[in-house]
């Protein structure tokens, strides 16, 4: 079952399962017994607890004997176990009773109980006890003022608990406490918290709880979630897991405000455990202003792989149907996910995803596996991978969601695309073929021209190589034949409705490896100097502009674009080249721990020709070399990044691109910063700056802002506050974000976290988007180390 309030109290609860008693006093409730200030903790205490947190609890270790308040530990029946008694002063009664006073122990098997008093029935074989009683177990206390003991049936009562779950941090009361069977407990008037003893920001409390450990589950009845000693919350019955088999039951609900901050939600998810191999969540929620609107997960594990189908739905939108008159208000979506591996190297996939209008994702989504974007991907196939082959074929196809697309520019889908590459070695020669058919299709009957054309497409690239290598360096000249022949279907090219292309390629690849060992501010270092040098030959027609674009785009220019003889991506176009680069990256490596501490890399291409290949204009070029390119990669501190790359044109003594960001954080993410910079000539100049700063242990400021200076104005903005006490958390945040027609829109996000419990609200994932390191920081909180 996933998180919930039914997980918390089954794992609390769980921890009933064992302990062994001691005397204490009767006073102190089992939180106030173990809680210290910060200042009295043992150091390794204080290590792993969250600044923003003033105490916590001494851990907790079994004492000798334990106790098991869900079945016997000796697996023999209580009945046929002897009784040891002890007291500092006895009065026996024969064949009747027996009453001990002070300092009171009672065991029989693991059951070990003291006391200031104690009255053993012999006849009926009831034991009382009373004063002062407590059982430490590991990582449990518990304590109590009166207890009852049957030592024919092994059934137990305690009145008047606390209990303490160390592990958890969480603490209780019940107003009593009994072991009715073998694998029974129940529990009256519980109340759960993780908050520090003296303060109850929040509480689960119910009326009546039962554990069953044969059946692995526990129920509770008039469940109610209450703030500052004030009910907010009520579930009538809840049901929940012990142990780690799987229970139907409500999940914690979420509220929050909806994703087009319109108001507010309310949803209470609902887990259904089918079957040991498949199961479902569903998720009503309303939403207002739009009504009713239900998202549903089915999950299915099969012994090959794991499918996931999500749904969503809403019949009656309100908000829509005004804002699209006409419409009916029904909208829909549905995302499906398959994976599986059949051995030898074979392995299938499967991904769909349809949305009913285009306007889905930003108004509904909120659980569906499917991002904001503009073409929604429905893909399906089989791979196999072994050392010297690869083999592929699948069927893939788009939805487009976004209205200013049109449909020329639509993507194509493949119908199917089958990918074969193999690779071999014959002596000192290396050959490999890579292979690709594709069938693309896509509803082109409002276009004419090339846009209207579909196709059949084969590629071949047989090559061969010589690889030479050595711990010092490398070389390996290759030499390839690019073929590619289509299949035209309402379009031809020069009459013809199959055309073909081959291009002869030739490459070589060659670098040097040197290094020396070097020291830094006392730090032994490893530093390199490693030269490269590749050059490509492609005799390619520049009469290609005839031919369909189904796949194919001009690369962004970069350093790692350096060392690709293709400047196109896709199958439609083959760049012609005559070029040499050259390159030198230099790195320095810590001696210490293996971390690369700094990276420098520059390079640039030299053009013996002029390129002719074009694809819509784009990618011709007759100057003789290129820009610049280089990157610098900094790690001074293993919390500190420094990473920029730049395109420098030495002919005009201008930079054509750039970018920076520097990344840090803490060892602890509680102080997290980010500072960015993007240039392109003529085209975009953004300055980003990013924060999480404390300004209390328990108050943190979080900012981001987004200014483009060619606008002359912000294009995005996160500015608000966190609120973190050790039991509970908040999060308030007012975002700016610039919309599809370039407009600035605001909305206020909020979340609400109960340490133990979880929450709702939706502002911690638009921060995480905003601000590196803020989702690590999010696990550190609310995972092991901030639990």
Not at 409 to 435: M, V
Not at 664 to 671: C, E, I, L, V
Request: with cysteine; net charge negative.
């Amino acid at each position: 079952m996933k998180s919930g309030v039914a997980t918390v109290l089954g794992s609390a609860l769980l921890a009933l399962l064992t302990a062994s008693p001691a005397l204490a006093e009767p006073s102190l409730t089992a939180a106030q017994m173990d809680w210290r200030p910060r200042a009295e903790l043992p150091q390794e205490v204080v290590a792993g607890l969250p600044l923003f947190c003033e105490g916590g609890y001494l851990p907790s270790v079994a004492g000798q004997g334990s106790v098991p308040l869900l079945g016997s530990a000796s697996g023999e029946a209580a009945s046929a176990l002897p009784i040891y008694a002890s007291g500092l002063s006895a009065r026996y009664e024969i064949d009747r009773a027996l009453y001990l006073e002070g300092e009171v122990r009672l065991q029989q098997g693991n059951f070990v109980m003291t006391g200031d008093q104690a009255h053993y029935d012999q006849t009926s074989g009831a034991v009382a006890l009373s004063g002062g009683l407590v059982s430490r177990g590991d990582g449990f206390l518990l304590t109590g003022d009166e207890a009852q003991y049957d030592t024919a049936s092994g059934q137990f009562r305690l009145n008047t608990a606390t209990f303490l779950l160390h592990e958890a941090e969480m603490r209780g009361t019940a107003q009593t406490l009994s072991r009715v069977a073998e694998d029974q407990v129940r529990i009256e008037q519980g109340v759960l918290t993780t908050c520090a003893p003296g303060r109850n920001d929040w509480a689960i409390v119910a009326s009546d709880i039962e554990l069953d450990r044969a059946e692995g589950f526990g129920t509770a009845r008039h469940v109610r979630l209450e703030v500052l000693d004030t009910p907010v919350f009520y579930w009538p019955y809840a049901s929940f897991p012990i142990d780690d088999r799987r229970k139907s039951g409500f999940l914690y609900p979420s509220f929050g405000t909806s994703n087009t901050g319109s108001g507010l939600y309310l949803s209470i998810p609902y887990y259904l455990n089918l079957a040991p191999h498949y199961d479902a969540t569903l998720t009503p929620q309303y939403i207002h202003g739009r009504g009713l609107f239900t998202e549903v997960e089915g999950r299915y594990l099969s012994r090959f792989g794991e499918s996931v189908l999500q749904l969503g739905y809403i019949g009656n939108d309100g908000d829509f149907k005004d804002e699209n008159p006409g419409e009916d208000g029904e909208r829909w979506a549905l995302d499906f996910a398959t994976r599986a591996t059949f051995g030898t190297g074979w392995t299938g996939y499967g991904d769909y995803s349809v949305v009913s209008d285009n306007d889905y994702l930003g108004d509904l989504n909120r659980t569906l596996d499917i991002a904001n974007t503009t073409h929604l991907l429905r893909r399906g196939g089989v791979r196999y991978v072994s050392a010297n082959q690869y083999f592929e074929a699948y069927a893939s196809g788009y939805q487009t969601i976004a209205d200013y697309i049109t449909e020329a520019n639509k993507p194509y889908a493949q119908l199917p695309e089958i990918i074969y590459g193999g690779r071999t070695e014959l002596g000192w020669l290396e050959t490999s073929l890579d292979s690709e058919y594709s069938y693309f299709y896509r509803d082109n009957e409002l276009l004419t021209g090339v846009d209207r054309a579909n196709a059949q497409r084969l590629r071949l690239l047989p090559q061969l190589a010589l690889p030479m290598r050595r711990l010092w360096g490398y070389a390996e000249p290759s030499l390839t034949l690019d073929y590619t022949r289509y299949q035209l279907e309402d379009y031809e090219v020069n009459g013809r409705a199959n055309p073909d292309r081959t291009v002869p390629v030739l490459e070589w690849d060659s670098g040097l490896y040197f290094d020396r060992r070097t020291a830094l501010f006392d730090v032994p270092y490893n530093q390199t100097l490693e030269p490269r040098l590749y050059y490509a030959w492609a005799d390619a027609d520049s009469d290609q502009d005839a031919l369909p674009d189904f796949d194919s785009a001009l690369r962004s220019f970069s350093f790692d674009e350096l060392f690709r003889r293709n400047r196109f991506s896709g199958g439609d176009r083959v760049g012609d080249a005559n070029r040499m680069t050259l390159a030198l990256t230099s790195r320095f490596n810590d001696l210490n721990n293996g971390t690369e501490r700094a990276r420098f890399s520059l390079g640039q291409v030299y053009y013996f020709d002029d390129r002719d290949v074009t694809l819509n204009g784009l990618g011709a070029g007759t100057r003789s070399e290129s820009s610049l390119a280089g990157e610098a990669v900094l790690r001074p501190l293993d919390t500190l990044d420094l990473r920029s790359s730049l395109l420098w044109d030495p002919r005009d003594n201008a930079t054509e691109e750039s970018r920076s960001q520097l990344l840090f954080h803490t060892a602890d993410y509680r102080y997290l910063a980010s500072l960015g910079y993007t240039y392109s000539r003529d085209a975009i100049e953004q300055s980003d700056i990013g924060a999480v700063i404390p300004v209390t242990d328990q108050i943190s400021l979080i900012g981001r802002w987004v200014h483009d200076a060619q606008l002359d104005r912000t294009v995005g903005s996160l500015a608000g506050l966190e609120y973190n006490s050790c039991c509970w958390s908040l999060q308030v945040v007012h975002q700016n974000y610039l919309t599809d027609d370039e407009e600035l829109e605001s909305r206020v996000l909020f979340q609400i976290q109960l340490k133990g419990l979880g929450g709702g609200g939706d502002s911690s994932s638009a921060i995480s988007d905003a601000i590196y390191g803020f989702d690590e920081r999010e696990r550190r909180r609310f995972g092991t180390q901030y639990r």
